[in-house]
């Protein structure tokens, strides 16, 4: 009864990992947002920077 079990959890297991792969294998990966910003640090500012604003 233990193998049984055994080879039936094995069994799902592969069948559930080989569907996994065949529907990531007809629609292709996730979409990824193409909206976000690519250097998001080009906006941040340094103190120095502010410091130099500042002053006269």
Known sequence: MKR???VLRFASMVMLISLACFGLGISGPAPV???REKH?????ETKDEKDQELKP
Request: no cysteine.
């Open 40 to 44: 998001p640090s080009e906006n941040v």
């Open 33 to 35: 947002p193409s909206g």
């Open 4 to 6: 049984i079990k055994k």
